[in-house]
């Protein structure tokens, strides 16, 4: 037990330490930043199914999943303490119509512990819900530099869930989410004299919003066998709509921009937002719903499809309004599975294990110059036993590539491939005593 929770501790160490913003995507500066996916590396592998569920891997999609049967390996009298904790390397090609450019992160991306009791099962953990990570700059009719725009920070989730056996195959479950975080970002814009020779002095804008908030995702599992060999699963969940409190600074800076286009603020002056009825402001979080349903044999191969539809229409920050941007509802389809050769094989390690393979296509929500920004993705994994057979822990591989937005417009094309990395650890906790 102890080794397990060193090996997590050094792997959460391991990817805080190396972790940038969190993002390298332009289309962060939208929003409150880029939506980070609310799963492990077994979904994302799968196209970023959250419809399959097991007893020894964490679903951070459906609550529902906390709970489950026991083991029949363990006389049916418990099921195991599961942990997961995973992080993400990104690279990313950025073109328009007339430049190209690259750009990568490295970001830790979930911890996770979900916990027998009963009927019920119990799940908390910590994840990154947006990331703002940007760079942006816009050039004049002459071609010098017009405007220069930098974005960080993000929203952080803590989640705390229940779950609950109605049936052998019928689950409910529900988790509380507290979001917290601050997202900061600057704008520059620069000025030049008749000879198109850039002031000494340039006016940059500074905001900050520290932002907190709390919502609830609801969840459904249904699980049952078609024959001794196929199993029928699905899987439903509904996010209400909720607010987010923002607390925000906006301040002017005179600046002066030196040779290693280092930005030295010569003075400063803070905007009055309470004045203007913005220090503190609501964003509206959109509500989600979504389905899934696949067929398998058990501990041997599933495939499942999985549809979600959220409403980023409902989506406001009075903060700022106006611009090319424009809010749509947004949708996301994702099919893929799993196939696992021999899972109780004592020799011949390669057949214990897991290969995940799926895709996705979305529809970000996110419409820009009246381009609808889209995103389409296609991933695999590896799942490798870790110790002894028994102990069901794994490691897990995932790739995935895929990409979002387009050149139309003035807009921006992404080309990326994401690496992800994670490990899921099992241990018994409650056993029965045999003799008094």
Sequence with gaps: MLKKLVVVFIAVIAFHGYSQEGNASPYSFYGIGSLKFKGTVENRSMGGLGVYADSVHVNLRNPATFTGNNLELWGNESRPVKFTVGGSYSNINLKSESSTDKASSTTFDYLALNVPIGKFGVGFGLLPYTAVGYRLESLNDNGDLENRFKGEGGLNMAFLGLGYQITKGLSIGVDAHYNFGNIQNSVIEFQYDEQDIPLQYQTRENNRSDLSGLNFNLGLYFRSMFSEKLEFVSSATFTPKSNLTSQNERSFSTIFVNS???????????????????????????????????????????????????????????LYTGGATAYEDASLISVGGFYIPQYSAFNGFLKRWVYRAGMRYEKTGLRINDESIKEFGISFGVGLPVGEITSFSNANIGVEIGQRGTTSNNLIEENFINVQLSLSLNDRWFMKRKYN
Excluded: C, M
């Excluded at 964003?283 to 959220?310: H, M, N, V």
């Design 260 to 318: 290693n286009d280092n930005e030295i603020v010569v003075n400063r002056i803070e905007t009055d937002l309470e004045a203007l009825g913005l220090l503190e402001t609501k964003l509206t979080l959109p509500s989600k719903f979504s389905f899934g349903a696949g067929i398998g044999e058990p501990r041997k191969w599933f495939f499942g499809a999985e549809y979600t539809s959220q409403k980023i229409s409902e989506f406001s920050n009075p």
